[in-house]
């Protein structure tokens, strides 16, 4: 069973260009949330999204970031017009409409560096 | 709003000790609490998820306790390896299919 797989693993943009961060659920989960970790921070959740919908996005900064989850495909986090603050590790979590305690895994993580 | 304290921050012991690792979050309404592991440059562990109405989960030589009434949860790891030296997470979510509240950490490490 493959876990929560997120791409790229690393990824270098440099000031004002676009950064698209790829996150495949596990198999079979229809739930996907994004969470942001700064360095020497705990993880700070960003939005929370079903197959076609945005549930709670209240983590998400007005401008220049937005996610999806289409009904194929992986979820996109994008981060328009990066800025040197946008430096962080992006993680997401997945987790299953049935089963008891709905657990959510956790992939990988993409480091995002901005130059 | 939710919040979610761990407490110490860093933590430094020798082998086969055993250790303590506290969380506090503000709002007892929670639906359950997880402990990760987090290596450097890593993703997360999962390491125990404990359910708001049980007490206690254990997994080989780690025991998680948690006491909704006072906001509080302890990791508590026996006979510690420095194959143990990670940070560790706490998190607390509110509702099911909710997000988690996450601490800082506490950066562990277990000297040879």
């Known amino acids: 069973n493959a876990g929560v797989m997120q791409n790229p693993r690393h990824l270098v943009r440099r000031r004002g260009q676009e950064a698209r961060l790829r996150c495949s659920p596990v198999?079979?989960?229809?739930?996907v949330y994004w969470y942001r970790q700064l360095p020497e921070e705990g993880l700070k959740f960003m939005v929370y999204?079903?197959?076609?919908?945005?549930?709670?996005e209240s983590g998400m900064p007005k401008e220049r970031f937005s996610a999806e989850f289409p009904k194929e495909g992986p979820s996109i986090l994008r981060i328009q017009q990066v800025v040197r603050g946008d430096s962080a590790a992006y993680f997401c979590?997945?987790?299953?409409?049935?089963?008891?305690?709905?657990?959510?895994?956790f992939g990988p993580g993409t480091r995002l560096t901005v130059l | 709003k939710q919040e979610v304290t761990q407490i110490p921050a860093a933590l430094s012991v020798p082998e086969g000790e055993n250790l303590v690792l506290n969380c506090s979050f503000t709002?007892?309404?929670?639906?359950?609490l997880q402990w990760f592991r987090q290596d450097p440059g890593k993703g997360l562990t999962s390491l125990l998820l404990?359910?708001?109405?049980?007490r206690e989960q254990t997994s080989g030589r780690l025991n998680a306790s948690l006491d909704k009434s006072s906001g509080r949860s302890t990791l508590y790891i026996a006979a510690s390896q420095p194959g143990d030296s990670a940070t560790y997470l706490c998190?607390?979510?509110?509702?099911?299919?909710?997000?988690?509240?996450f601490g800082s950490g506490t950066k562990l490490n277990v000297k040879p």
């Open positions: 404990i359910q708001s109405s049980q």
């Open positions: 998190a607390v979510r509110k509702e099911n299919f909710n997000k988690f509240y």
């Open positions: 198999k079979g989960h229809s739930h």
């Open positions: 999204l079903q197959k076609e919908n945005i549930i709670d």
């Open positions: 979590a997945s987790s299953s409409s049935t089963g008891v305690y709905n657990e959510q895994f």
């Open positions: 709002d007892s309404a929670i639906y359950n």
